[in-house]
T-cell receptor, first 113, second 115 residues
Framework: AQSVTQLDSHVSVSEGTPVLLRCNYS??????LFWYVQHPNKGLQLLLK??????LVKGINGFEAEFKKSETSFHLTKPSAHMSDAAEYFC???????????FGAGTRLFVKA | KAGVTQTPRYLIKTRGQQVTLSCSPI?????VSWYQQTPGQGLQFLFE???????NKGNFPGRFSGRQFSNSRSEMNVSTLELGDSALYLC??????????????FGEGSRLTVL
């Protein structure tokens, strides 16, 4: 069965410092993994996706994530936070042909000036 | 290319009423899925339609229903509204014909308040 766990409900960083949002997943098959971002009162926007190609995935706005099968992790990182990165981030797992797309509970990122 | 359009953006209903929400996917996308987002439960999957057929359904009561038209536009309906139905309802469309492989493109949502 699929599941996804975002290890932090809130993360607070200072502008210009690195961002790390953690995600662990469980999947019976080779999963597709995604990170989405949601700004207040907006829909979700795709940051990046992993679909069994390169394990280091680069996304928009300087974000990247590394797929680590041995650790069943797909952590999201960014070298330097910007105020505009303040939002909620969702880790998502699905299986090709599978019946469900599972969303994590979300991590709210706060960026301090 | 126009994005996913959801209408109405905001609405207020009273308990016992029913509501219909509309979603127009990106042109060419045949998969449309619906999600309920609340502070307490997070994002929960409602159902997914592909080429007018419901191919997956989440764990919601029968008061929640949906349909998809031949032009891929989709509607969802909630009957006999309860206070707990207050939420942001998000629609997403996808190009991928194989479930689970494609990027989801989300609309901005319909925020429903039940009084």
């Amino acid at each position: 069965a699929q599941s996804v766990t975002q290890l932090d409900s809130h993360v607070s960083v200072s502008e210009g410092t690195p961002v790390l949002l953690r995600c662990n997943y469980s999947s019976s098959y080779s999963p597709s993994l995604f990170w989405y971002v949601q700004h207040p009162n907006k829909g979700l926007q795709l940051l990046l996706k992993y679909t069994s190609a390169a394990t280091l995935v680069k996304g928009i706005n300087g974000f990247e994530a590394e797929f680590k099968k041995s650790e069943t992790s797909f952590h999201l990182t960014k070298p330097s936070a910007h105020m505009s990165d303040a939002a909620e981030y969702f880790c998502v797992v699905s299986e090709a042909g599978g019946f469900k797309t599972i969303f994590g509970a979300g991590t709210r990122l706060f960026v301090k000036a | 290319k126009a994005g996913v359009t959801q209408t109405p953006r905001y609405l207020i209903k009273t308990r016992g009423q029913q509501v219909t929400l509309s979603c127009s996917p990106i042109s060419g996308h045949r998969s449309v899925s619906w999600y309920q987002q609340t502070p307490g439960q997070g994002l929960q999957f409602l159902f997914e339609y592909f080429s007018e057929t419901q191919r997956n359904k989440g764990n919601f009561p029968g008061r929640f229903s949906g349909r998809q038209f031949s032009n891929s536009r989709s509607e969802m309906n909630v009957s006999t509204l309860e206070l707990g139905d207050s939420a942001l309802y998000l629609c997403a469309s996808s190009l991928a014909e194989t479930r689970g492989t494609g990027e989801l493109f989300f609309g901005e949502g319909s925020r429903l308040t039940v009084l």
